[in-house]
């Protein structure tokens, strides 16, 4: 058994052919862009397929299914992009564009589910049937597997990590809520709240890893905290419990055997995970002695997408 997944992005698709053990055999590119009709999109991704077949020494026609991770708001039991606003898409019936093109099944997926598929199935996550991801980038994404499947709610319109709300009446998000987990566990609102405190200690060691507000990264806070800077700490304190409130309440609901940090917020560490278990499981209902838990970090980097969309071929072609 042969897949192909195809993790597609605004300026390229990663792909890779990977066997029924869950081996990426070979892997290739080609490039993507906004200016581009969807049909050439289709005819570039049949193309990277077939390109990928034939260096694992395949026909196209003896791989399974295509899966793909795509950004924007997906309707993967149809296989169409609702909406990609980088690249204007509206209604694009992207999975029967390739399949008419290549010739097999394709299925299609929001490419976070698809990171947090590949997570669950070949990073952070193997070994365990239920896991949620929570990505920590711009903003805070992830998805939920449970078991061993990934669940992505009516018309695939949930699993919207980010947008649960932690503060009543907090921050204004971008979705027009007040309060969402993303507000205070993204890496932009960890760099607002490094900027703020920046401010208000102007003797603080961060200043010594940004001595410019525009140089405050994710990173900032932490690298200060870890020299003992007591403001960096307060900021690193604040962040854990944000995060860690966000955690409990998806554990509470999905009780999942493993929670799984990826982005870029995530390099941190075991000097995040180990706060961040010891706020979580504080605050979770059932005891670890009954359900146990894990928060561990992910491992594939950015092939995780890759990984996902063939684990989601897989599950989806049936075998």
């Not at 897949?3 to 053990?21: N, T, V």
């Not at 093109?101 to 590949?118: K, S, Y």
Request: glycine share 16%; with cysteine; proline share 3%.
């Amino acid at each position: 058994m042969y897949y192909i997944g195809i993790d597609l992005g605004g300026m390229s698709a990663k792909g890779g052919l990977m066997d029924g053990e869950g081996k990426i055999v070979c892997t290739a590119r080609c490039a993507t862009s906004a200016s581009d009709p969807p049909e050439k999109t289709a005819d570039d991704l049949a193309a990277l397929a077939e390109k990928l077949a034939a260096e694992g020494g395949i026909a196209l026609s003896g791989v399974s299914a295509i899966g793909i991770g795509s950004p924007g708001v997906i309707d993967s039991a149809e296989g169409n992009v609702v909406f990609w606003s980088n690249f204007g898409w509206k209604n694009v019936p992207l999975g029967d564009l390739v399949r008419r093109r290549a010739g097999i099944p394709v299925f299609v997926t929001n490419d976070a589910n698809a990171a947090a598929l590949g997570e669950a199935k070949f990073g952070g996550g193997k070994g365990y049937s239920d896991s949620v991801m929570i990505t920590l980038g711009t903003g805070v994404g992830g998805g939920i597997v449970m078991g061993g499947k990934l669940v992505e709610g009516y018309r695939s319109a949930g699993g919207e990590l980010g947008h649960t709300v932690i503060r009543k009446g907090g921050v204004k998000c971008t979705c027009g809520r007040r309060g969402c987990l993303e507000c205070y566990a993204s890496a932009t609102a960890l760099k607002r709240e490094t900027r703020a405190s920046m401010q208000k200690h102007p003797s603080s060691l961060m200043w010594k890893f940004a001595p410019d507000l525009e140089q405050v990264s994710g990173q900032t806070a932490f690298l200060a905290a870890r020299e003992g800077d007591r403001a960096a700490r307060r900021v690193v304190k604040g962040y854990v419990e944000a995060l860690g409130d966000g955690i409990a309440n998806l554990v509470n609901l999905l009780r999942p055997q493993a929670v799984i940090l990826g982005g870029g917020v995530s390099n941190e560490g075991e000097y995040l995970l180990s706060r961040v278990r010891r706020y979580v499981l504080k605050n979770i209902y059932a005891p670890v002695s009954y359900a146990p838990l894990e928060i561990v970090c992910a491992r594939l980097g950015n092939d995780a997408g890759l990984y996902g969309a063939c684990a989601y071929a897989m599950q989806r072609g049936g075998k």
